[in-house]
């Protein structure tokens, strides 16, 4: 079965029902789990790079502060659990790459991971759940 199972989460209230059920899941069958959040650029964000450069201090700041959090909150339930637990923080423009990236990287044979339920133009354009979808070899459990 599962032995390495990648969390990536934003931080979301579905994002962390997910990460307990990953860590459930872990637990059940043995796993280790790897909790990733990967954060955009701020140059990725803004029109005007003067503007960047200005705030990209306090961005930084406030990424590495909610990374953290986020971060944790999965240790501390990987913990209780007894769940071998470790973590990445990931800066780049497309998180669905990233996230594919790192399950092979990790060597994870698992990726749990959130869906928003987006409908419309928006799933179109916005669902990093489905990006992982179709372009993971890795199997993917999208918790709803």
Do not use: F, W
């Not at 209230?13 to 059920?21: D, P």
């Not at 280790?32 to 954060?39: L, P």
């Not at 071998?84 to 749990?112: F, N």
């Amino acid at each position: 079965m599962y032995k390495h199972i990648l969390l990536p989460t934003d931080g979301s209230e579905l994002s962390k029902a997910a990460m307990k059920h990953g860590v459930a899941l872990a637990k059940t069958i043995g796993a280790r789990v790897t909790a990733v959040v990967v954060s955009t650029p701020l140059q990725s964000l803004v029109v005007d790079p003067n503007a960047a450069s200005k705030a990209l201090e306090q961005y930084k700041a406030l990424v590495a502060t909610q990374t953290q959090k986020y971060l944790d909150t999965v240790r501390n339930d990987a913990e209780s659990a007894g769940v071998a637990c470790s973590t990445l923080c990931i800066e780049r423009d497309k998180p669905y790459e990233a996230i594919v990236e790192t399950a092979k990287s990790q060597g994870c044979d698992l990726v749990v991971m959130a869906s928003h339920g987006l409908r419309g133009v928006s799933a179109i354009l916005g669902s990093e759940t489905l990006k992982v979808l179709t372009h993971s070899s890795v199997p993917i459990l999208v918790y709803r």
